[in-house]
């Protein structure tokens, strides 16, 4: 398979010595001169200090590196933290011959703890060494925690005689449930854009797949995602056949990113999409297909893969949007269970049950009220789930 490359980018990823047995936990993304950038962050009121310098900085426009550490979160640690933040940065600006204030920082991990300053600090020159154009893998794999597989992803446009990519990588396996985006995802391109275009690209984008998804229901303190265009195509966003095609490309990277997160969820073993439709307005459908995606029970359900199509219909009906029960249908994948509101038998069930043996299937909710309609992707609780979390700093 040939290496994903994006001219202008080099990347990086290297061990740090914050994870054990040497795992790659050291991240680094660098642009040939600086690049316009965007950013959509976290909304939870806890926000940790890397999100709070990077948000300043990326309201400048312009950035040209990502450093970004994984097994620490540096939130919830104060003024130092903030220190911290700005000592990481500032190391690898020193590194690289470039100004601190166009360094982005990133961190995720355990929350409550220190940042190891002199792990980091000592292992720059090590990540500036390592870079490369073909590294994305060692990036990817440098910001995991409880992933067990990297996510990356990438999309190329030919238009008429010349191209663009758009390479993307991203991590989350728990505390997911996005209201932004979902703990870290990096993308970058060689297409040109000024940065306010660059934002009208991403925060759709972001609104129509990484908050789409959900593992736990957690929304993170350090959610961030950022888009970073170096330019070196000159294919021009300003030109709006090239915007068209960079916001479809961007799209797809995310949509991607975002169907690879669910999958790897904490102890995941079911991708499910939860589809409404037939709802007043799309707003509607979108909350019941949240509360459903949410659910405990529902999600345990899938695990047991037990066809117990009632927790569906319960958690549709606390979502707070007003629907007629009696007009509700209710499919797994193309098995329909409930007919105006009832019950199809023991025959559906025993096809329901074969639907949720597979790894990937569909719930879908006909509400029969109107043209409005929503998708969430979520996936199962298991055992794992709880194994994982409840001893997740040992």
Sequence with gaps: MAPIVCPGFRLAGVSAGLKKEGKKDLGLIVADRPAAAAGVFTRNRVQAAPVRLTR??????????????????????????????????????????????LVAVASTGVIGQPLPLVKIESAIPALAAALSEEAV????????????????????????????????????????????????????TDAEAQPGTLSSILRPAVDATFNRITIDGDTSTNDTVLLLAGGRSNLSADAPPVKAALQSAVNEVLAELARALVKDGE???????????????????????????????????????DANWGRVLAAAGRAGVVFDPERVDLFFDDVQMVKDGRGCGKQAEAEATKVLKRSEFAVTLDLHEGEGRAQVLTCDFSVDYVRINADYRS
């Design 267 to 305: 102890g995941a073993t079911k991708l499910v999409e939860i589809r409404v439709r037939g709802a007043a307005g799309d707003a509607d459908a979108r909350q019941i297909a949240d509360t459903v995606a949410n659910s405990n029970l529902v999600k345990t359900a899938f695990f047991g893969e």
């Design 137 to 188: 893998q060692d990036l990817a794999q440098a910001i995991m925690t409880t992933d067990t597989v990297p996510k990356v992803a990438h999309r190329t446009v030919q238009i008429e005689d010349k191209s663009f990519t758009v390479v993307g990588v991203a991590k989350g396996a728990g505390m997911i449930r996005p209201d932004m985006a979902t703990l870290l995802a990096f993308l970058w």
């Design 56 to 101: 300043e900085r990326i309201e400048a426009g312009r950035c040209q590196a990502v450093i970004v550490n994984s097994k620490n979160a540096n939130c919830c640690t104060g003024s130092q933290g903030m220190a911290d933040a700005g000592a990481m940065a500032e190391a690898a600006a020193r590194q690289l011959g470039i100004s601190p204030d």
